[in-house]
């Protein structure tokens, strides 16, 4: 039986956004990612002018104040649980502080131990090869990610067109990404799921089959 609370940690790259996806499907989990809840409340008409207001500053390239990420991901998480379905929590943690403030909201609401965090690791070397090497077809558009599998492809599997890099930004800022989500920011988040002994970590190399065959394993035991 697995925990009603998964939350998914990986540096850039690593594929934990689409396994995150992949579970939510497979268990009936609701899949919660942050980014997806702050692009839901840039349209929503009755966001507060505090909330507003945060949303311009953030563009701005201002952090997410902590206030709106427990905010927003708090309120969808009760809302889930308090519902009986369980949530796949997905790029909503990014430190250590914040780790400790879901726990607290999880105990306080009696869900301490329904939570399992899950690591997809990736070296920060191969996570600057993915997001450097993946490519987009030149014809439909469909990206092939850097994997084992795919990254032998010479044309496209889907129409037969032809391949280019995909470079959506330039080295210098893939490497400060790394820098800030890579594995050195990773490592204490991770340190607190494993002292409270509900980590699991699977290899974040392998193919996106595999790794989906990973966690099902891991988080059923
Ligand atoms: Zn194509």
Redo the contacts with the bound molecule.
């Keep these: 039986m697995s925990k009603k609370i998964l939350i998914f940690i990986g540096p850039p790259g690593s594929g934990k956004g689409t396994q995150a996806k992949l579970l939510a499907k497979n268990y009936g989990y609701k899949h919660i990612s942050t980014g997806d809840l702050f692009r839901a409340l840039a349209v929503d008409q009755n966001a507060s002018e505090k909330e507003k207001q945060a949303l311009e500053e953030m563009k701005a390239g201002k952090l997410v104040p902590d206030w709106l990420v427990y905010g927003l991901a708090f309120k969808e998480v009760k809302k889930n649980l308090d519902a009986g379905v369980g949530v796949v929590l997905d790029g909503a943690i990014r430190n250590l502080e914040q780790a400790q403030e879901y726990q607290k909201f999880f105990e306080k609401n009696g869900w301490g131990n329904e939570v399992q965090a899950v690591e997809v690791s990736l070296s920060d070397e191969e996570s600057f090869n993915r997001l450097t090497k993946r490519r987009i ?1 030149s ?4 990206i092939i990610p850097y994997l084992p599998s795919t990254k032998d492809l010479v044309s ?1 599997p ?4 032809e391949l280019v890099l995909r470079k959506d930004d330039s080295e210098e800022v893939i490497k400060e990404r790394i820098e800030l989500q890579g594995n050195k920011t990773l490592s204490p988040i991770l340190n607190y799921f494993s002292q409270n002994g509900v980590l699991t970590k699977v290899d974040g190399t392998k193919s996106i089959d595999e790794v989906e065959k990973e966690i099902q394993k891991v988080i059923n035991v």
Excluded: L, R
């Design positions: 077809c014809k439909c558009g469909e496209c889907k129409c037969g067109g």
